[in-house]
């Protein structure tokens, strides 16, 4: 935790404002129904685009409301596709033609648009949560209101795709920070030729700063809220058996003020940065479903201030590099598995390097129809705002079952740990953090779903307090 340093400013109020779009979302479901040609059923899952492995998986951490709360988005590789563990699907009809939705597959059609294909969704939870930390206890009731959907292009060449989620919760008896969340992406891919394709991306995610995070205000009422802005574009070419891609990514971050116990208001604008990073991969088809690959990146990072409060210099350049194998056997077994070294080199004499070992990948099973198995494991380097510490050096391992029991009846298991670790000589504690979960959805119909879902979580810190979390929640699901 950070220690209390008193600065006060005005704190910006963000609620009102996300409430907001949460009700202007739902006017979606007022659209009429999708014409009579129905849209094709979702695509396969998608493999991770090359550059996207190595990049730091820092992405806000957002929920599916129909997924297990054990696990964050963030506990997750980048660029996996939502429905990862949706394997074994049917086949395409013969001829190629689009096949009309089965009404008990439990997909809503979606809203046709032109030649885009819109597929919201609002859902709505009551949850309990109970939170210990050393001796510590408290709890709370609240309500979570969730708005989520995508917007697809439907177009013979070049695909524009869409998704936002947003997330409010609101307390309703117990004491307990509420955390709202946002997140919203797209992604226009050119097709180019035949052999490049070119991908442009854009997006914006905000988060409200997690109060066991090593970064937090230690007596803080509030946590900081995190918006982050991201540009990025790609461009992947086959040369024949070689397959290549050369890809650059911006980020900006922005940290709001903290709202102390005391009523005071603290800024942490010192935290403010940019991030530019460069990255480069190169791989050799030895068959269709072996491709080894090499893989780099460079990066840049400028804090808007040049030392922060305490005098220390946290600019800094990224280097990495990897190499990895990428399998494809089909819907039965599919992914990749990447090794590599990753360091920070920090600008000021005053802070040492940040570096270490990575380990990045995803695999995805599926034993049987109706099972999916999905294994990953990602590494990213976290700066610190402790005095003389660098930061750490973080790996996150994830598992997620999914089990059709009936055809309208899908049941979940979920389970991640965190390892957190720091140099040596750092002040801070390493920290490991357990998360297990598991849920139900029941899908009445192809518009409405019932979910629930159980879960706990743990931190264990080589110094200091343990904290434990358990939620219990039982929600709606509306689906267009």
């Known amino acids: 935790m950070v220690p209390n340093i008193s600065r006060s400013t005005t704190a910006g109020a963000l609620r009102p404002r996300m409430r907001a779009w949460l009700v202007a979302g739902c006017a979606l479901f007022a659209g009429t129904p999708a014409g009579a040609e ?19 998986a820092n992405v806000a951490a957002i929920t599916d409301p129909q997924t297990t709360g054990a696990v964050a988005g963030s506990d997750l590789p ?82 524009l795709s869409i998704t936002g989620e947003g997330v409010l919760q609101n307390n309703t008896s117990g004491r307990g920070e509420e955390e709202p969340r946002a997140d919203l992406d797209a992604e226009l891919r050119l097709d180019l030729s035949e052999q490049t394709t070119a991908r442009l991306r854009a997006g914006y995610s905000f988060e409200r700063e997690d109060a066991n995070d090593p970064n937090a205000i230690a007596n803080a009422e509030t946590q900081s809220g995190v918006n982050i802005y991201r540009l990025g574009g790609a461009v992947e070419r086959d040369y024949g ?34 991030i530019g990073i460069l990255n480069a991969r190169i791989g050799y088809e030895l068959s269709p479903a072996l491709i080894p690959f090499l893989e780099a ?46 360091t920070y080199r920090f600008d000021g004499d005053r802070l040492g390097d940040l570096r270490g070992l990575s380990v990045d990948g995803r695999v995805n099973w599926s034993p049987q129809r109706g099972t999916g198995v999905l294994l990953g494991v990602a590494t990213y380097l976290d700066p610190s705002t402790t005095p003389g510490d660098a930061g750490s050096i973080d790996y996150v391992l994830t598992s997620i079952v999914t089990r059709e029991l009936r055809s309208t009846l899908v049941a979940r298991l979920s389970n991640s740990v965190t390892l957190r670790n720091f140099p040596s000589d750092a002040i801070s504690s390493d920290e490991t953090t357990w998360r297990t979960g598991t849920g139900l959805t029941w899908d009445m119909n192809r518009y409405l779903a ?9 931190t264990n810190r080589d110094r200091g307090e343990s904290s434990d979390t358990a939620r219990i929640g039982l929600g709606l699901t509306l689906r267009r």
């Open 38 to 56: 129905s849209p094709p059923p979702d695509a396969p899952v998608a493999n991770l685009a090359p550059g996207t492995l190595g990049q730091t």
């Open 297 to 342: 990146s460079v990066g840049k990072s400028n804090y808007d201030l040049r030392e922060d409060t305490l005098g220390f210099e946290r600019s800094y350049q990224s280097y990495a590099g990897r190499a990895g194998l990428e399998v494809d056997l089909g819907e039965k077994l599919n992914g990749e598995l990447a090794l590599g070294y990753e």
């Open 450 to 458: 019932l979910t629930g879902d159980v879960s706990y979580e743990r």
């Open 241 to 274: 058996l070689i397959r290549g891609s050369l890809g650059a990514d911006f980020e900006r971050r922005t940290y709001g003020d903290v709202e102390l116990d005391n009523g005071a208001t603290l800024s942490v604008e010192d935290r403010n940065r940019n």
């Open 78 to 159: 980048p660029a996996l596709d939502e429905d990862f563990n949706r394997l074994n699907r049917r086949e395409d009809t013969i001829d190629g033609l689009r096949a009309r939705i089965d009404p008990y597959e439990g997909q809503a059609p979606g809203i046709r648009i032109g030649t885009f294909v819109l597929k919201p969704a609002l859902s709505e939870t009551f949850n309990h949560e109970r939170q210990r930390t050393g001796g510590r206890s408290e709890s709370r009731s609240f309500i979570e209101t969730g708005l989520k959907g995508s917007l697809t292009s439907d177009w013979s060449r070049h695909q």
